[in-house]
């Protein structure tokens, strides 16, 4: 450079040209999540950034339908496997793959005498996966009255229905009730001997009843007869017939899965509600 030269100027570079200079500088991939991320429609969905902070985890699980069932902290020791055997978590698995399940079976049955057990058979022979599909129903029924059954002993012995939570035992006994219901009529659906004499006998019990059963004690205090009691309520006539198989289908299909799915929702929310999961005693 030369004695009275003057030296170049540095040039001042503005904000905004910085800022577009950091972004040419970041790779294709990188400048392409930002502009997904940035997005009207993404931030209108996800409404936090990454949930690699604690406050960012905290949003997350505030806003996430989801996520927002969990609480936003849980004391390690009331996650002990000791402590829940996950029983009411395994309960809860079990119902959706039933729920599942149940749906796919839904295709290749019809409730009505002529074709229930047919249709049953050829579940098991000629339908694709039929057999997986209905065993998985069977077997997933059995397990989960094993472990509800599991759960509310753990729910005992650990002392977890005592205040806060007994209006959440009560909850759960309806759940006990309504899964206990939904293995009775399911039983019926197969239509074969032991499906028919097993509801028959179950029927029989319900003609039983105090008051509304026709076999029961005080039954004629209310007028109860066999043409009028709850057991005709139930099998939609005197004997099991295709108004029982029909009444029995849409109980298990549609009426108590919805009753269940309802009671769980109050259930789940009752265990937030209460302070989170029990800790052990
Ligand atoms: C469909 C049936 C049921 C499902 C899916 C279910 C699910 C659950 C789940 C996921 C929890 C969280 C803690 C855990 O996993 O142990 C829970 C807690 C609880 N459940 Fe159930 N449950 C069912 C039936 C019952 C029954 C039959 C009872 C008792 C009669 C019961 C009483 C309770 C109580 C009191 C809690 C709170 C326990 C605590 O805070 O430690 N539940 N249930």
């Known amino acids: 450079m030369m004695e009275n030269e003057e030296p170049p100027k540095e040039r001042v570079v503005k904000p905004q040209e910085a800022l577009e200079g950091i972004e040419a500088g970041k790779g294709f991939q990188e400048r392409l999540i930002h502009k997904v991320t940035s997005s009207e429609l993404w931030r209108s969905v996800i409404r936090h950034g990454s949930p690699a902070l604690r406050r960012n985890r905290a949003l997350t699980v505030i806003s996430n339908f989801f996520l927002h069932l969990h609480p936003l902290s849980i004391p390690r020791r009331a996650l002990a496997f000791a402590h829940t055997w996950c029983m009411?978590?395994?309960?809860?698995?079990?119902?959706?793959?039933?729920t599942v399940s149940g749906v796919l079976l839904m295709f290749y049955y019809v409730p009505e005498v002529g074709r229930a057990y047919e249709d049953m058979k050829d579940l098991q022979f000629a339908v694709s996966f039929g057999m997986l599909m209905r065993n998985l129903h069977r077997w997933s029924a059995h397990a989960m009255v094993v472990a509800v059954i599991l759960h509310m002993m753990r729910v005992f012995y650990s002392g977890a229905y005592k205040p806060p939570r007994q209006f959440n035992w009560v909850i759960g006994v309806s759940l006990l009730v309504l899964t206990l219901l939904l293995s009775f009529t399911g039983y019926l659906l197969p239509w074969d001997q032991l499906s028919l004499w097993a509801i028959t006998v179950g029927a029989n019990m319900?003609?039983?009843?105090?008051?509304?059963?026709?076999?029961?004690?005080?039954h004629e205090l209310l007028g109860a007869r066999v043409d009028n009691d709850v057991r005709f309520l139930l099998l939609g006539g005197t004997l099991v017939g295709q108004n029982?198989?029909?009444?029995?289908?849409?109980?298990?299909?549609?009426?108590?899965?919805?009753?269940?799915?309802?009671?769980?929702?109050?259930?789940?929310?009752?265990?937030?509600?209460?302070?989170?999961?029990?800790?052990?005693?």
């Open 88 to 98: 009411g978590g395994i309960t809860f698995l079990l119902f959706l793959v039933l």
């Open 206 to 218: 319900a003609g039983a009843t105090p008051l509304v059963g026709y076999q029961g004690p005080f």
């Open 244 to 281: 029982a198989l029909l009444r029995f289908y849409v109980l298990h299909c549609i009426v108590l899965p919805l009753v269940a799915v309802l009671g769980m929702a109050i259930h789940f929310w009752r265990v937030r509600k209460d302070g989170g999961i029990s800790k052990p005693l």
